[in-house]
């Protein structure tokens, strides 16, 4: 089968290179541009640009940890709460810290989770730097906060971040079983706040995102695969059934929407999520 699929797929590249010019010379006619829509949409499905946690892989994810009672996990970007709610039916007695900025949001995270001692929030952000930053988002809570404009929200406000490091140390924290980071092109930044204590044996497992945000952020893959593998982390894409651990490759860097992993190089939780899948060459 895997003869077969390199054969056409040869194939393809091969047509491509030789006859792609004439969807570009006619690319204005409508059945040209029909097939370029339905190609993205069909990309976008096969990459997993889904913010669908049920379907997208992260309630996998969560499933598939092995937590217990009394284990501490970090929601960075915590947005109203839904998701530490999914996460506390399939691991009830972990200790969440939860961090969100948006007042609006703070509020009904509260509504949500206000009695639950388990659930401790934080009114503040984690970033590389302490210190007072402008944030932007929608009027009534948002799901896109975020400190950098990307042109989806209509109010501004002044927030304060820490770095997890310090945070850490003063609440006297030395092991986070899972952190889960939301941060809307932030997502680097807060991973490097942690400095010395970004490490598997301290932070034993790390969702992140990746998207089109970065773009205004300045953000590259390259930069997670970087810092993270010098810490002895192994980097994978979450799909529905597998997380795809591969090593960098430029090709990856097509800003979908993507939720990525980090554990540690040859660990037996790296073995569980990726389910079977074994990395061959793109």
């Given at each position: 089968?895997?003869?077969?699929?390199n054969?056409?797929?040869?194939?393809v590249?091969?047509?491509?290179?030789?006859?792609?010019?004439?969807?570009?010379?006619?690319?204005?006619?409508?059945?040209?541009?029909?097939?370029?829509?339905?190609?993205?949409c069909?990309l976008?499905?096969?990459?997993?640009?889904?913010?669908?946690?049920?379907?997208?892989?992260?309630?996998?994810?969560?499933?598939?940890?092995p937590?217990?009672?009394?284990?501490?996990?970090?929601?960075?970007?915590?947005?109203?709460?839904?998701?530490?709610k999914?996460?506390?039916?399939?691991?009830?007695g972990?200790?969440?810290?939860?961090?969100?900025?948006?007042?609006?949001?703070?509020?009904?995270?509260?509504?949500m989770?206000?009695?639950?001692?388990?659930?401790?929030?934080?009114?503040?952000?984690?970033g590389?730097?302490?210190?007072e930053?402008?944030?932007?988002a929608?009027?009534?809570?948002?799901?896109?906060?975020?400190?950098?404009?990307?042109?989806?929200?209509?109010k501004?406000?002044?927030?304060?971040?820490?770095?997890?490091?310090?945070?850490?140390?003063?609440?006297?924290?030395?092991?986070?079983?899972?952190?889960k980071?939301?941060?809307?092109?932030?997502?680097?930044?807060?991973?490097?706040?942690?400095?010395?204590?970004?490490?598997?044996?301290?932070?034993?497992?790390?969702?992140?995102?990746?998207?089109?945000i970065?773009v205004t952020?300045?953000?590259?893959?390259?930069e997670?695969?970087?810092?993270?593998?010098?810490?002895?982390?192994?980097?994978?894409?979450?799909?529905p059934?597998?997380?795809?651990?591969t090593?960098?490759?430029?090709?990856?860097?097509?800003?979908?929407?993507?939720?990525y992993?980090?554990?540690?190089k040859?660990?037996?939780?790296?073995?569980?999520?990726?389910?079977?899948?074994?990395?061959?060459?793109?």
């Amino acid at each position: 089968m895997e003869a077969i699929f390199n054969f056409f797929r040869s194939a393809v590249w091969k047509l491509g290179r030789r006859y792609g010019y004439l969807l570009a010379r006619h690319r204005q006619a409508m059945p040209v541009r029909l097939l370029a829509t339905t190609s993205e949409c069909y990309l976008n499905s096969f990459k997993n640009r889904s913010y669908d946690s049920h379907h997208n892989g992260e309630d996998r994810v969560q499933s598939l940890l092995p937590l217990k009672k009394g284990d501490v996990v970090f929601d960075v970007g915590a947005n109203v709460g839904k998701y530490i709610k999914r996460f506390l039916n399939r691991h009830p007695g972990v200790v969440f810290h939860a961090f969100e900025i948006d007042p609006d949001n703070i509020s009904k995270f509260l509504a949500m989770h206000g009695n639950n001692r388990d659930v401790r929030l934080h009114k503040f952000g984690l970033g590389e730097k302490a210190g007072e930053f402008t944030a932007h988002a929608r009027e009534g809570g948002s799901q896109t906060t975020s400190l950098y404009d990307f042109g989806m929200g209509d109010k501004t406000f002044v927030i304060r971040c820490e770095t997890g490091e310090e945070f850490c140390r003063r609440e006297g924290i030395d092991r986070v079983s899972f952190m889960k980071i939301d941060t809307e092109g932030h997502d680097l930044r807060v991973l490097k706040g942690f400095g010395e204590m970004l490490r598997p044996e301290n932070i034993e497992c790390i969702q992140f995102e990746y998207n089109e945000i970065s773009v205004t952020a300045r953000v590259w893959l390259a930069e997670f695969y970087e810092l993270l593998q010098s810490r002895g982390y192994a980097l994978g894409k979450v799909y529905p059934r597998h997380v795809e651990f591969t090593p960098y490759d430029v090709r990856l860097e097509d800003h979908r929407a993507s939720n990525y992993l980090a554990v540690g190089k040859a660990s037996l939780l790296q073995e569980r999520l990726a389910g079977g899948y074994v990395w061959k060459e793109f």
